[in-house]
């Protein structure tokens, strides 16, 4: 049997469910929520909530008139590349969902689908790199956006090419058929060769850390995490380490001492902690700031040390992939 995390938009604005529900169960509690906003994961789950796959899919986000060009260029670019026409959703917010049904399988699936569309479209600007997380929710179908008062609904590729963001507006406000008419036996052979590399380069660093912290922490910890956690800091730079960890900790929802005791089951932190107290005081210092936990790439003073244990075919990573066949040229 097989699940999807689904879950609603009370009138209050408050996300409610976000449990794992069957997939045959996904109709009849769509149907009571009519007037509701409903969201479900893109991926599918085993019955313990690991994924088993995920199709391909994109979230263009932000300036409306940028995300039409944006999402046109995709298609055009997925037309192009693999001759077929993807599933097109206006999300009811001035984005787009682009949806290429095609299985991905295995518990990184959607980190898969992230090498995907980096390979595609890297420089793209509304395309959203942070969707391509372990448990990730959208919109279904004809739901209504509650903030705009729109529904996501699907469009065709000649409308997308041919209308103004103002007309595709328009298009979200009643729902409209769901025809899911992308035809994958078209896809071609870079297709697979394109999926074939994310298979083989993500396990390079998704392995079992990966898998161990993803139950506890909610998300998949990037590469750069993994090497500071399973290595010694320089002596320099144990503070400074330890501090990037428990933001990380902290931002996935684990306590401070949960943090601290994962800290210092690792032998490589314990001489630290002996010395001067300096794991404890540095999880304390990260905890108990009121200042948001921040976890990104660029981080001003950090970014040396980022950099240095940063991985090129990172998901989270904003540089382009390298990648054993030659780069497409997007004209």
């Not at 949806?99 to 980190?111: E, N, Q, R």
């Not at 004809?142 to 469009?155: E, L």
Request: hydrophobic share 35%; aromatic share 10%.
């Amino acid at each position: 049997m097989s699940f999807k995390y689904f879950a609603w938009r009370d009138r209050r604005g408050y996300m409610c469910g976000q449990k794992l529900v069957p997939m045959q169960a996904l109709a009849s509690m769509r149907r009571t929520l009519t007037d509701h906003e409903v969201f479900a994961s893109v991926q599918t789950y085993d019955e313990a909530g690991l994924p088993l796959y995920c199709p391909l899919y994109a979230d263009l986000d932000g300036n409306a008139k940028q995300a039409l060009f944006d999402a046109q260029y995709i298609v055009y670019l997925l037309g192009e590349m693999t001759n077929v026409v993807p599933d097109i959703y206006y999300s009811g917010n001035r984005g787009y969902h682009i949806i290429v049904p095609f299985k991905v399988d295995g518990p990184h699936c959607h980190l898969v689908a992230g090498h995907f569309f980096k390979y595609l479209a890297n420089d793209i600007p509304t395309l959203d790199r942070r969707v391509y997380t372990e448990r990730r929710l959208l919109r279904l179908p004809n739901s209504v956006a509650s903030r705009p008062g729109y529904f996501k609904v699907q469009i065709s590729r000649d409308e997308l090419m041919g209308c103004t963001p103002e007309q595709i507006t328009e298009l979200g406000r009643a729902p409209r058929p769901v025809l899911n008419e992308c035809d994958t036996s078209k896809l071609n052979q870079e297709f697979m060769d394109v999926i074939a590399a994310g298979n083989q380069a993500i396990p390079r660093w998704a392995g079992q850390d990966v898998v161990e912290y993803a139950t506890t922490l909610g998300e998949e910890l990037t590469p750069c995490m993994v090497r500071m956690l399973n290595r010694e800091p320089d002596k320099g730079e144990r503070n400074q380490t330890v501090c990037l960890i428990a933001r990380l900790f902290k931002k996935s929802g684990l306590t401070e001492q949960e943090a601290l005791e994962n800290l210092l089951s690792r032998p490589h932190f314990t001489s630290f902690e002996q010395e001067e107290h300096g794991v404890s005081n540095a999880v304390r210092g990260i905890y108990r700031s009121r200042r948001p936990a921040v976890l990104g790439c660029k981080m001003g003073n950090d970014g040396a040390l980022m950099k240095r244990f940063c991985d090129p075919l990172c998901w989270f990573n904003d540089t382009r992939i390298n990648i054993d066949f030659q780069e497409r040229q997007h004209g």
